[in-house]
């Protein structure tokens, strides 16, 4: 039973616009909602993260946007360069217990030179 | 700093056989988590060890696969005997641990591809 939804499945978009990905969550037991970025053959690496308490968070390109009462956030590139192509994974760390990461199915965003 | 090594990259067996994964931690990391991606879906939570206690194993498949952290440091993923159904990339990933409050960041090794054949 999936608890964070993740779209689109697959992105593309021309060099210089604006990538979004999005994710829903269920569970309002989470703290922490981190995106990581995955290069082929490499394993998946922090790219930012927000907390419930802010609704954005940016650093450089990269901003989340969170909707606590929608329970939702996104994940916004600007200026998206060919080097941003990559897989993003969403997720979210419950509260209770295990600091395990709940993950989104992954969106694989090409950006055309 | 070495980053999280995970060996071997790639594994093909057959049904039935028994592989054994092994992922080595950033040094320090008392924590210590194994995810697995099958062919394009999440990542899923497989178990979480702290130092060498299992400190979540619900998301462990079922009884063929069995965890171990040695003393705290590197830790091995065993699957006996292999399905088809293991197939996929398994992850492991370190992070220090500083208490609940503080979301440290989980540190990923380039994973192993598992195929079962």
């Known amino acids: 039973q999936q608890q964070v939804k993740q779209s689109p499945q697959s992105l593309i978009v021309q060099k210089g616009g604006i990538s979004i990905i999005n994710c829903a969550y269920e569970?309002?037991?989470?703290?922490?909602f981190p995106w990581y970025q995955q290069f082929p053959g490499k394993g998946p690496a922090l790219l930012i993260a927000?907390?419930?308490?802010?609704s954005e968070k940016k650093e450089g390109r990269f901003t989340i946007s969170f909707n606590k009462s929608a329970k939702q956030f996104s994940l916004h590139i600007m200026d998206s360069q060919p080097g941003d192509s990559a897989t993003y994974f969403c997720?979210?760390?419950?509260?209770?217990?295990?600091?395990?990461?709940?993950f989104g199915t992954g969106t694989r965003l090409k950006v055309l030179a | 700093e070495a980053g999280v090594t995970q060996f071997p990259s790639h594994s093909v067996i057959e049904k039935g056989q028994t592989v054994t994964l092994r992922c080595d931690p950033i040094?320090?990391?008392?924590?210590l988590y194994w995810y697995r991606r099958v062919m394009g879906k999440e990542i899923k939570f497989l178990l979480h060890?702290?130092?060498?206690?299992?400190?979540?194993e619900s998301g462990m498949p079922n009884n063929r696969f069995l965890a171990e952290r040695t003393g705290g440091t590197y830790s091995t993923l065993k699957v006996q005997p292999a399905e088809l159904e293991d197939s996929g990339v398994y992850f492991c990933?370190?992070?220090?641990?500083?208490?609940?409050?503080?979301?440290?960041?989980?540190?990923f090794g380039p994973g192993t591809r598992l195929t079962v054949l």
């Open positions: 990933a370190s992070s220090v641990d500083r208490g609940p409050s503080v979301a440290d960041t989980q540190y």
């Open positions: 569970n309002t037991a989470f703290d922490y």
């Open positions: 927000i907390r419930p308490d802010v």
């Open positions: 997720a979210a760390r419950g509260t209770s217990g295990t600091y395990k990461y709940i």
């Open positions: 040094s320090g990391h008392d924590n």
């Open positions: 060890f702290v130092k060498e206690s299992k400190q979540d």
